[in-house]
Protein backbone atom coordinates (compact mmCIF):
# COMPACT_ATOMS: atom_id res chain seq x y z
CA UNK A 1 0.00 0.00 0.00
CA UNK A 2 0.70 3.70 -0.06
CA UNK A 3 3.83 4.53 2.14
CA UNK A 4 1.58 7.00 4.94
CA UNK A 5 4.92 8.61 5.50
CA UNK A 6 4.47 9.85 1.56
CA UNK A 7 1.24 11.54 2.24
CA UNK A 8 1.14 15.01 3.80
CA UNK A 9 -1.78 14.32 5.20
CA UNK A 10 -2.07 18.23 6.48
CA UNK A 11 -2.05 19.72 2.88
CA UNK A 12 -5.22 21.31 1.93
CA UNK A 13 -5.82 18.72 -0.75
CA UNK A 14 -9.62 18.82 -3.10
CA UNK A 15 -12.17 16.10 -3.07
CA UNK A 16 -11.12 14.34 -5.95
CA UNK A 17 -12.24 10.99 -7.62
CA UNK A 18 -10.45 7.83 -8.28
CA UNK A 19 -9.22 7.29 -12.28
CA UNK A 20 -7.82 4.01 -11.11
CA UNK A 21 -10.33 1.06 -10.45
CA UNK A 22 -9.83 -2.38 -9.76
CA UNK A 23 -12.83 -4.13 -9.44
CA UNK A 24 -12.06 -7.88 -8.74
CA UNK A 25 -12.51 -10.79 -8.69
CA UNK A 26 -11.94 -11.64 -5.50
CA UNK A 27 -9.01 -14.32 -4.53
CA UNK A 28 -7.73 -13.38 -7.76
CA UNK A 29 -5.15 -11.19 -6.61
CA UNK A 30 -6.52 -7.73 -6.52
CA UNK A 31 -4.22 -7.28 -3.09
CA UNK A 32 -1.29 -8.29 -4.93
CA UNK A 33 -2.34 -5.62 -7.45
CA UNK A 34 -2.80 -2.94 -5.10
CA UNK A 35 0.75 -3.34 -2.75
CA UNK A 36 2.28 -3.14 -6.52
CA UNK A 37 0.47 -0.23 -7.91
CA UNK A 38 0.54 1.50 -4.64
CA UNK A 39 4.89 1.39 -4.49
CA UNK A 40 4.16 3.76 -8.03
CA UNK A 41 5.45 7.32 -8.10
CA UNK A 42 2.16 8.33 -10.12
CA UNK A 43 -0.34 6.41 -8.27
CA UNK A 44 -1.55 7.25 -4.69
CA UNK A 45 -3.85 5.13 -3.18
CA UNK A 46 -5.80 5.17 0.52
CA UNK A 47 -4.27 3.75 3.51
CA UNK A 48 -6.70 1.22 3.45
CA UNK A 49 -7.81 -1.26 0.71
CA UNK A 50 -11.16 -1.77 -0.51
CA UNK A 51 -13.35 1.98 -0.07
CA UNK A 52 -15.84 -0.24 -1.28
CA UNK A 53 -18.46 2.51 -2.14
CA UNK A 54 -20.20 1.60 -5.49
CA UNK A 55 -20.72 -1.99 -3.51
CA UNK A 56 -22.52 -0.50 -0.42
CA UNK A 57 -24.72 2.04 -2.42
CA UNK A 58 -25.67 -1.15 -4.76
CA UNK A 59 -25.42 -4.45 -3.03
CA UNK A 60 -27.63 -4.34 0.12
CA UNK A 61 -26.16 -6.94 1.77
CA UNK A 62 -22.27 -5.95 1.79
CA UNK A 63 -23.63 -2.78 4.07
CA UNK A 64 -23.84 -5.20 6.88
CA UNK A 65 -20.10 -5.94 7.39
CA UNK A 66 -18.66 -2.58 5.83
CA UNK A 67 -18.35 -0.89 9.50
CA UNK A 68 -16.45 -3.98 10.59
CA UNK A 69 -14.26 -3.40 7.79
CA UNK A 70 -13.46 0.00 8.22
CA UNK A 71 -13.13 -0.63 11.82
CA UNK A 72 -10.67 -3.73 10.98
CA UNK A 73 -8.44 -1.46 8.47
CA UNK A 74 -8.19 1.37 10.73
CA UNK A 75 -7.02 -1.07 13.83
CA UNK A 76 -4.22 -2.65 11.20
CA UNK A 77 -2.97 0.69 10.46
CA UNK A 78 -2.58 1.45 13.97
CA UNK A 79 -0.49 -1.89 14.47
CA UNK A 80 1.40 -0.92 11.23
CA UNK A 81 2.62 1.90 12.53
CA UNK A 82 3.55 0.31 16.31
CA UNK A 83 5.26 -2.47 15.16
CA UNK A 84 7.77 0.30 13.33
CA UNK A 85 7.72 1.43 16.79
CA UNK A 86 5.98 4.94 16.07
CA UNK A 87 3.02 7.55 16.68
CA UNK A 88 0.24 7.37 13.78
CA UNK A 89 1.07 11.12 12.73
CA UNK A 90 -1.58 13.36 14.34
CA UNK A 91 -3.02 13.92 10.30
CA UNK A 92 -3.50 10.55 9.53
CA UNK A 93 -5.36 10.26 12.44
CA UNK A 94 -7.67 13.16 11.49
CA UNK A 95 -8.15 11.59 7.96
CA UNK A 96 -8.84 8.71 9.34
CA UNK A 97 -11.78 10.61 11.73
CA UNK A 98 -13.23 12.21 8.81
CA UNK A 99 -13.41 9.32 6.34
CA UNK A 100 -14.26 6.67 8.89
CA UNK A 101 -17.09 8.88 11.84
CA UNK A 102 -18.45 11.50 9.72
CA UNK A 103 -21.35 10.28 7.48
CA UNK A 104 -20.07 7.78 5.03
CA UNK A 105 -20.55 6.55 1.38
CA UNK A 106 -22.04 9.45 0.20
CA UNK A 107 -20.54 10.98 -3.33
CA UNK A 108 -18.97 13.97 -1.03
CA UNK A 109 -17.78 11.33 1.09
CA UNK A 110 -16.00 9.04 -1.43
CA UNK A 111 -13.88 11.93 -3.38
CA UNK A 112 -12.94 13.54 0.08
CA UNK A 113 -11.35 9.98 0.35
CA UNK A 114 -9.27 10.42 -2.23
CA UNK A 115 -8.79 14.45 -1.48
CA UNK A 116 -4.98 13.73 -0.17
CA UNK A 117 -3.68 12.50 -3.87
CA UNK A 118 -0.71 14.81 -4.47
CA UNK A 119 -1.21 16.88 -7.45
CA UNK A 120 -0.25 14.89 -10.51
CA UNK A 121 -1.22 11.96 -9.30
CA UNK A 122 -3.25 9.28 -10.01
CA UNK A 123 -6.10 8.06 -7.27
CA UNK A 124 -6.82 4.51 -7.37
CA UNK A 125 -9.49 2.29 -5.68
CA UNK A 126 -9.18 -1.33 -5.53
CA UNK A 127 -12.48 -3.20 -4.58
CA UNK A 128 -13.17 -6.89 -5.84
CA UNK A 129 -16.42 -6.71 -4.54
CA UNK A 130 -17.47 -3.66 -7.49
CA UNK A 131 -17.42 -6.74 -9.86
CA UNK A 132 -20.79 -7.99 -8.61
CA UNK A 133 -22.47 -4.57 -8.56
CA UNK A 134 -25.88 -5.05 -11.14
CA UNK A 135 -26.32 -3.45 -13.95
CA UNK A 136 -27.78 -0.09 -12.97
CA UNK A 137 -24.54 0.35 -10.71
CA UNK A 138 -22.26 -0.13 -13.64
CA UNK A 139 -24.28 2.35 -15.08
CA UNK A 140 -23.57 4.40 -12.17
CA UNK A 141 -20.20 4.01 -12.38
CA UNK A 142 -19.47 4.86 -15.84
CA UNK A 143 -21.57 8.26 -15.65
CA UNK A 144 -19.82 8.89 -12.06
CA UNK A 145 -16.39 8.16 -13.37
CA UNK A 146 -16.28 9.28 -17.00
CA UNK A 147 -12.38 9.23 -16.83
CA UNK A 148 -11.75 5.89 -14.78
CA UNK A 149 -9.70 2.92 -16.65
CA UNK A 150 -10.59 -0.37 -14.68
CA UNK A 151 -8.77 -3.85 -14.21
CA UNK A 152 -10.41 -7.17 -13.54
CA UNK A 153 -8.42 -10.27 -12.94
CA UNK A 154 -9.81 -13.60 -13.66
CA UNK A 155 -8.65 -16.69 -12.01
CA UNK A 156 -9.33 -20.37 -12.68
CA UNK A 157 -12.96 -20.90 -11.81
CA UNK A 158 -12.36 -23.86 -9.04
CA UNK A 159 -8.94 -22.49 -7.75
CA UNK A 160 -10.59 -19.55 -6.96
CA UNK A 161 -13.59 -21.35 -5.09
CA UNK A 162 -10.55 -23.09 -3.24
CA UNK A 163 -8.76 -20.27 -2.18
CA UNK A 164 -12.16 -18.61 -0.86
CA UNK A 165 -12.63 -22.12 1.05
CA UNK A 166 -9.59 -22.08 2.49
CA UNK A 167 -10.30 -18.23 3.71
CA UNK A 168 -13.35 -19.17 5.23
CA UNK A 169 -11.51 -22.01 7.10
CA UNK A 170 -8.40 -19.92 8.05
CA UNK A 171 -10.31 -17.56 9.82
CA UNK A 172 -12.53 -19.69 11.62
CA UNK A 173 -9.13 -21.86 12.50
CA UNK A 174 -10.36 -24.89 10.89
CA UNK A 175 -8.29 -27.74 10.75
CA UNK A 176 -10.23 -30.11 7.96
CA UNK A 177 -10.20 -33.42 8.36
CA UNK A 178 -11.10 -35.46 5.26
CA UNK A 179 -12.91 -34.05 2.48
CA UNK A 180 -16.58 -33.61 4.48
CA UNK A 181 -15.76 -30.26 5.64
CA UNK A 182 -14.99 -29.32 2.55
CA UNK A 183 -17.92 -30.65 0.96
CA UNK A 184 -20.05 -28.88 3.54
CA UNK A 185 -19.03 -25.58 2.29
CA UNK A 186 -19.73 -26.37 -1.15
CA UNK A 187 -23.65 -25.42 -1.27
CA UNK A 188 -22.92 -21.65 0.62
CA UNK A 189 -23.84 -19.27 -2.95
CA UNK A 190 -21.69 -16.62 -1.34
CA UNK A 191 -18.53 -19.21 -2.77
CA UNK A 192 -19.91 -18.68 -6.29
CA UNK A 193 -21.04 -15.33 -6.30
CA UNK A 194 -18.12 -13.29 -6.68
CA UNK A 195 -16.48 -15.27 -9.25
CA UNK A 196 -19.46 -15.32 -11.61
CA UNK A 197 -17.63 -14.32 -14.77
CA UNK A 198 -20.46 -15.16 -17.13
CA UNK A 199 -22.90 -13.02 -15.47
CA UNK A 200 -20.86 -9.89 -13.88
CA UNK A 201 -18.12 -9.52 -17.20
CA UNK A 202 -20.57 -8.91 -20.04
CA UNK A 203 -21.70 -5.98 -17.64
CA UNK A 204 -18.88 -4.17 -17.28
CA UNK A 205 -17.65 -4.80 -21.14
CA UNK A 206 -20.85 -3.32 -22.53
CA UNK A 207 -20.15 0.11 -21.16
CA UNK A 208 -16.40 0.06 -21.37
CA UNK A 209 -14.31 -0.86 -24.34
CA UNK A 210 -10.48 -2.34 -24.51
CA UNK A 211 -9.07 1.40 -23.78
CA UNK A 212 -11.12 1.55 -20.25
CA UNK A 213 -11.18 -1.77 -19.22
CA UNK A 214 -8.21 -4.49 -18.97
CA UNK A 215 -9.06 -8.13 -17.89
CA UNK A 216 -6.06 -10.03 -17.20
CA UNK A 217 -5.35 -13.94 -16.20
CA UNK A 218 -4.40 -14.42 -12.74
CA UNK A 219 -1.96 -16.86 -13.55
CA UNK A 220 0.65 -14.20 -15.21
CA UNK A 221 0.92 -13.02 -11.63
CA UNK A 222 3.26 -16.34 -10.44
CA UNK A 223 4.52 -16.89 -13.96
CA UNK A 224 5.80 -13.37 -14.63
CA UNK A 225 5.01 -10.82 -12.63
CA UNK A 226 7.31 -7.75 -14.39
CA UNK A 227 5.90 -8.04 -17.90
CA UNK A 228 2.39 -7.86 -16.48
CA UNK A 229 2.69 -5.17 -14.45
CA UNK A 230 4.36 -3.57 -17.17
CA UNK A 231 1.56 -4.05 -19.38
CA UNK A 232 -0.78 -2.46 -17.11
CA UNK A 233 1.51 0.46 -17.01
CA UNK A 234 1.03 0.50 -20.35
CA UNK A 235 -2.91 0.47 -19.98
CA UNK A 236 -2.82 3.18 -17.86
CA UNK A 237 0.11 5.21 -19.59
CA UNK A 238 2.35 5.55 -16.18
CA UNK A 239 6.19 5.34 -17.03
CA UNK A 240 7.66 2.41 -16.27
CA UNK A 241 8.73 1.26 -12.83
CA UNK A 242 10.54 -1.09 -10.88
CA UNK A 243 8.34 -2.97 -8.08
CA UNK A 244 9.32 -3.95 -5.23
CA UNK A 245 8.54 -8.29 -4.25
CA UNK A 246 6.93 -8.79 -7.28
CA UNK A 247 7.54 -12.13 -7.04
CA UNK A 248 6.23 -12.57 -3.31
CA UNK A 249 2.85 -14.25 -2.38
CA UNK A 250 0.62 -12.03 -0.73
CA UNK A 251 -1.82 -14.78 0.82
CA UNK A 252 0.27 -17.81 1.18
CA UNK A 253 -2.01 -20.79 2.21
CA UNK A 254 -1.65 -22.72 5.40
CA UNK A 255 0.28 -26.64 4.30
CA UNK A 256 -2.59 -28.13 6.46
CA UNK A 257 -5.04 -27.22 3.99
CA UNK A 258 -5.35 -28.65 0.38
CA UNK A 259 -8.77 -29.33 -0.86
CA UNK A 260 -9.18 -33.27 -1.83
CA UNK A 261 -9.65 -34.20 -5.60
CA UNK A 262 -13.14 -34.81 -4.52
CA UNK A 263 -14.18 -31.28 -4.17
CA UNK A 264 -12.35 -30.26 -7.14
CA UNK A 265 -14.28 -32.87 -9.52
CA UNK A 266 -17.52 -31.77 -7.65
CA UNK A 267 -16.86 -27.60 -8.14
CA UNK A 268 -15.54 -28.67 -11.49
CA UNK A 269 -19.00 -29.76 -12.37
CA UNK A 270 -20.68 -26.84 -10.44
CA UNK A 271 -19.03 -24.64 -12.06
CA UNK A 272 -19.58 -25.95 -15.53
CA UNK A 273 -21.26 -22.65 -17.33
CA UNK A 274 -18.14 -20.66 -15.69
CA UNK A 275 -15.53 -22.66 -17.83
CA UNK A 276 -17.70 -22.56 -21.19
CA UNK A 277 -18.15 -18.91 -20.81
CA UNK A 278 -14.45 -18.51 -20.00
CA UNK A 279 -13.83 -20.79 -23.49
CA UNK A 280 -16.30 -18.99 -25.32
CA UNK A 281 -15.05 -15.55 -24.51
CA UNK A 282 -11.19 -15.52 -24.29
CA UNK A 283 -8.98 -17.78 -26.59
CA UNK A 284 -6.91 -20.69 -25.69
CA UNK A 285 -3.76 -18.85 -24.28
CA UNK A 286 -5.43 -16.67 -22.49
CA UNK A 287 -7.67 -19.53 -20.33
CA UNK A 288 -4.46 -21.65 -19.90
CA UNK A 289 -2.86 -18.32 -17.59
CA UNK A 290 -6.01 -18.42 -15.27
CA UNK A 291 -3.86 -20.79 -13.29
Given at each position: MTDERDTDWDAPGKPR??????????????????????????IWMPPFKEVQFFSHRFVEEHRQWLPWHFGRARQNLGK??????????????????????????TEDWYKQVFSPAPPGSRPMDISPEYSTIPDEGVDFVRDFLPRAQFIYILR?????????????????????????PWLDLLDDPALYNRGNYAEYLPRWQARFGPDRLLVLPFGRIGSDPDKLLAEVENFLGLPPFRYRSSGRKVFAARDDLSAPGEVREVL???????????????????????R
Open positions: KPTIIGIGAQKAGTTWLSQMLAQHPKRWAARGEAVPQGLVEYLDRVTRGPMFHPVDRVISQMKMHMARRKQVPKGAKREKLAPQFDYLERAFPAEFNAQL
